[in-house]
């Protein structure tokens, strides 16, 4: 099994920053995708940012220009900056990792979960 430690949120103020980070642990053979995901109170989970084995990204049109997805892959780690941080980025902001454990088998495993406050 895998398991996906987040680390980095909290309550801002509007204009600030954090850095949101995600070890990834356990059976891991290699990891392909790792992704952030966000979702906010009476709103659809949503896909912030992502970003490949070959570090190839990929943002949501809301936090363009704003966030930046990184990975470590020697720590199999991945983080999100996020910068100019507005009240709608309020949300509870989960990594997802897309990991092979065996030759054959690959599964996601999301984190836990940690809670991003944007006050105005």
């Known amino acids: 099994q895998v398991q996906l430690v987040e680390s980095g949120g909290g309550s801002v103020q509007a204009g600030g920053s954090l850095r949101l980070s995600c070890a990834a642990s356990g059976n891991i053979f290699r990891i392909n995708t790792m992704d952030w995901y966000r979702q906010a109170p009476g709103k659809q989970r949503e896909l912030v940012a992502r970003i490949t084995s070959t570090s190839s990204t990929n943002y949501a049109d809301s936090v363009k220009g704003r966030f930046t997805i990184s990975r470590d892959n020697a720590k199999n780690t991945v983080h999100l900056q996020m910068n100019s941080l507005k009240p709608e980025d309020t949300a509870v902001y989960y990594c997802?990792?897309?990991?092979?454990?065996?030759?054959?088998?690959?599964?996601?495993?999301w984190g836990q979960g940690t809670q991003v406050t944007v006050s105005s």
């Open positions: 997802n990792a897309y990991v092979q454990t065996t030759r054959l088998t690959w599964d996601n495993y």
